[in-house]
């Protein structure tokens, strides 16, 4: 299916590995440009070499700090700089701390929602009134545990409910701007995220990597673990014009975990 994305430019934050990474490769695949923002120069450099070798397409770095407030309009006009025209914004970038409540700090707290929900909510501020121009649309990646809470998550959870009833308010004003906005709820995506949870659990058991994985599949009633490439695909179609139909949705996308309404 031609997805009809062949150049037009969108911006990926998070993008210097993992999902971030897995979806400006896929939209690249499918004729974007992609404008890539993180925190490490060379992990996005590496991204972004590999973008132009594997697809053609163009693909500019800009190094941010999301949690500041001024960098988000300064990635958006560096994006507009280097395209001269922003079509998509994937906002992907945000890691919350898990952790016992009594023991998770202020700055915990003010971090979780600095960079995952302050940030996409300024990224999504500044690079409006250019996608509108364009028709865009927008996707925010942000997680099940918006749906499902737990103990140890509660700085995650909140923040991704807060970014569930963003997207949908920004949806209502999308309706009449003519921007399309949706997020996506990834479940266990094989990230170095997961990674690290993954050694901690051989670290509790004792056990091989091989075992941990087992062990945490049967946990939580899933098949197998997802890959950043598979979100990017959704990511990709929900930038179409082919999608246009779908709009201030949130889909979970988690191999069948979340079992709620």
Same mark, same amino acid.
């Not at 992609?34 to 500019?60: H, I, M, P, Q, Y």
């Given at each position: ?9 969108? /911006? ?6 993992? %999902? $971030?990474? $897995? ?31 594997? =697809?053609?397409?163009?693909? !500019?770095?800009?190094? !941010? ?39 998770? =700090?202020?700055?915990? +707290? ?17 690079? +409006? ?14 997680? /099940? ?9 509660? /700085?995650?959870? #909140? ?24 997020? %996506? ?21 004792? @056990? ?8 945490? /599949? ?21 930038? #179409?014009?082919?999608?246009?139909? %779908?709009? #201030?949705?949130? %889909?979970?996308?988690?191999? @069948? ?5």
């Amino acid at each position: 299916m031609d997805l009809e994305l062949k150049n037009k430019v969108a /911006i990926v934050t998070g993008a210097s590995r993992g %999902i $971030g990474e $897995g979806s400006a490769m896929m939209l690249a695949e499918e004729g974007c440009d992609v404008f890539l923002v993180a925190r490490s120069s060379a992990d996005l450099e590496r991204v972004a070499a590999n973008v132009r070798s594997k =697809t053609g397409r163009r693909a !500019a770095t800009h190094v !941010a700090d999301l949690m500041d407030p001024k960098a988000p309009a300064a990635a958006v006009a560096a994006a507009m700089q280097a395209f001269g025209r922003i079509d998509f914004l994937v906002n992907n970038a945000g890691a919350t701390k898990r952790g016992n409540f009594f023991e998770l =700090t202020d700055d915990d +707290w003010a971090s979780g929602y600095g960079l995952k929900f302050l940030g996409a909510m300024r990224m999504t501020r500044s690079a +409006w009134p250019h996608i509108r121009v364009n028709k865009g649309a927008i996707v925010n990646i942000i997680g /099940i545990g918006s749906r499902t809470a737990s103990a140890e998550f509660t /700085i995650g959870g #909140s923040v991704n409910s807060a970014l569930v009833n963003f997207t949908k308010a920004t949806g209502d004003i999308g309706r009449t701007d003519g921007v399309r906005v949706n997020a %996506i709820n990834p479940g266990h995506i094989q990230t170095s995220r997961l990674e690290k949870r993954v050694e901690a659990a051989m670290t509790k058991t004792n @056990g091989t990597r091989e075992d941990a994985i087992k062990s945490m /599949i049967a946990e939580l009633g899933i098949n197998r673990f997802g890959q950043p490439e598979e979100i990017g695909r959704l990511v990709a179609y929900l930038c #179409s014009p082919k999608a246009d139909f %779908i709009h #201030s949705t949130v %889909i979970d996308m988690d191999g @069948g975990e979340t079992l709620a309404i």
